[in-house]
Structures are given as C-alpha cells and as structure tokens.
C-alpha cells in the first residue's frame, strides 16, 4: 500500500487571485505468478480540489474588485490489472484499467463585495481501456514493440441532459536498432486518445 499528498498555491499576479490544487491518493497492489507468467493488479482513490479566484483590475490598476470564485472538488477510484509472459524471442503483455470519476463545480458570482448568483454543477465519467502488446527480439540488434490500445469514456451531467460517450482504437509500433556500443537508434509510430476533462467540459473559464 502506498499514499501520496499533493499541494501547489499559485498566484496569479494580483492579491486577490489564487490557483489552489490539493491532492490525495492511495493505492495498493498485488502480483504473484499466474498461467506462465507474471500477473499484476492495482486499486486506488482519491480526491482532488481545486479552487480560483478572478477579479477586475481598475483602469489605473491601483485596486481591484474580486468577482468570482470557483471550486472543484473530485472524487476518483479504479482498479487495473495487466498480465506479461516471456515465450521465446516475444514478451507479450496484456492489461485492462478502469476509472470511475465524479466531480462539482461551485461558483458564485461578486460584485463589490455581494453575492450576485451561485451555480453548482456536477458530473460523472467512467473511462476503461485494454491494452495488449507484443516485444519481439528479433536478434541480438534489432527489438520492435507492436501493440494496439482500445479506450471507452462516457460522461454524464448530474444537472444537465449532457450524456455522451466515445470510443478509440489506437494502435503503436516502435523499433529499437543498436549500431554498437551505446549508440541505438529508435522510431515509433502511435495514435493516442485522451478524454477530456471535467474543467473543460463543465467549468465556465472567462
């Protein structure tokens, strides 16, 4: 089992603007041996806040009027497990992750001081890939690495009618070649997927 904290208290230039991020996580982790090879598996959560503050700076930038404050906790948990097996020149590696996600986001509105409106927003996604990669040795020289990455994500607003979900398939090749001592040469080719996340989907930036 292991755990981390994270903080960083950034400032945006003016007293009355802060970019806040506080982090906390743990996970634990098992693997033994299975089916010929090496079997892996994870579990972790946590939570994540984040908090800003904007304001309007007078012509004259002698003063400045704070009017909106934003906060965005999130929750998170998942579990992965990956599975690796050595058979002659090939070492193939298979896995899965899931992700479930829930997050708010609380602003409220100011004007000299006032409150003017409140908005809390809320949402939750899941995202779940698998994976399967194989690294051939093809002699003493040459690796290539093929494999390919499939990813599902779904979002849904807790206030809105928001429902979308999405799908990826993304596959990768990558060789290795030693010239000689200490000098290799390297190449690869990949598509990616990233989901995005609940600050730009649901977060109102100015």
């Known amino acids: 089992f292991s755990g981390s904290v994270f903080t960083a208290n950034r ?114 996604d899941v995202v779940w890939s698998v994976f399967v990669q194989d690294t051939i040795l093809v002699n003493h020289r040459m690796t290539v690495v093929m494999g390919a990455h499939g990813d599902w994500w779904h979002t849904r607003s807790l206030n809105t009618s928001y429902d979308k979900t999405l799908g990826s398939f993304n596959p990768r090749a990558s060789f290795a070649y030693r010239l000689g001592s200490g000098i290799s040469v390297r190449g690869s080719a990949y598509k990616g997927f990233r989901p995005p996340t609940l600050n730009e989907l649901y977060r109102g930036f100015r």
Request: hydrophobic fraction near 35%.
């Open 11 to 124: 400032l945006n230039g003016t007293p009355a603007v802060i970019n806040d991020t506080a982090s906390r996580q743990g996970t634990s982790e098992i693997a033994g041996a299975f089916a010929g090879g090496l079997l892996s598996a994870r579990a972790f959560a946590g939570t994540q806040g984040y908090d800003q503050t904007f304001s309007a700076v007078s012509s004259d930038r002698t003063s400045e009027d704070l009017n909106r404050r934003q906060r965005v906790p999130t929750r998170f948990s998942g579990a992965a497990a990956q599975w690796a097996r050595e058979t002659g020149r090939h070492t193939v590696l298979v896995g899965t992750e899931a992700k479930f996600i829930k997050g708010e986001t609380r602003e409220t509105q100011l004007a000299a001081g006032r409150v003017l409106a409140t908005f809390n927003g809320g949402t939750q």
